[in-house]
């Protein structure tokens, strides 16, 4: 789990984090859209990570887990109520982010400079730990966020230092609700956003660049 230490200190983040009954409103709607297929492929991962994080979690939510693992594992329940599974799935992610926001150990991610591609999936990183670990990568030309289910925004200040960032994919991010400063990022020619349902792009022309082409899914 990767957080600042700025983020540690702020007051109200994890109300911040969560707009529960709009999250689940849009998980419903993309659940009857793809008939559940592909939301059941994220829980599935959702469910190995979450399972890993329980024993440290404040409330028990091995009730929620099980009703997770029932709707995605072979053979279960198919007649699940989707509002039950989601509903379940918001419980547990708003104790990982109790979690992560109630810990005392500051841990960024760092990874070494001259990378050229970065692909981050289905790990626990804030808003703030994620522009400290793209603030370097000034040769990073491929970026893929996947599954990361606490970011909310990605950074204001940092893609225009991204002068070789060529193509941004962002992938079942599902309280992802901005994206921040990709407007600065000139180099970008091509972006692909998927199932990012808290998104809020009813402005979004004025935010992002003229020439991005973003590919629909």
Not at 48 to 74: A, N, P, R, W, Y
Not at 85 to 102: K, M, P, S, T
Not at 190 to 203: I, K, M, Q, Y
Request: contains cysteine; hydrophobic residues 40%; proline residues 3%.
């Amino acid at each position: 789990m990767f957080i600042t230490n700025d983020e540690l200190q702020q007051h109200g983040q994890r109300e911040n984090l969560m707009r529960i009954d709009h999250l689940a409103s849009q998980l419903a709607l993309l659940w009857e859209v793809d008939s559940g297929s592909n939301i059941r492929s994220v829980l599935s991962k959702e469910h190995s990570s979450l399972k890993q994080l329980m024993t440290l979690m404040d409330d028990d939510v091995s009730e929620h887990i099980q009703t997770i693992k029932s709707s995605v594992e072979k053979g279960g329940d198919k007649v699940l109520a989707k509002e039950n599974v989601i509903n379940a799935w918001l419980c547990c992610h708003e104790q990982r982010i109790g979690l992560i926001y109630g810990r005392h150990i500051v841990l960024l991610l760092i990874p070494p400079s001259g990378l050229s591609r970065l692909h981050l999936s289905s790990c626990s990183i804030t808003d703030g730990a994620l522009a400290s670990c793209l603030g370097g990568l000034t040769s990073v030309r491929h970026l893929s966020l996947k599954q990361i289910m606490n970011l909310t925004a990605l950074p204001q200040k940092v893609f225009q230092h991204l002068t070789a960032l060529k193509f941004v994919s962002v992938k079942y991010c599902w309280c992802l609700r901005s994206l921040g400063g990709l407007r600065a990022a000139a180099s970008i020619s091509s972006l692909h956003l998927s199932s990012c349902p808290s998104l809020e792009l009813a402005r979004g022309a004025e935010y992002m660049p003229f020439f991005f082409r973003v590919i629909p899914t």
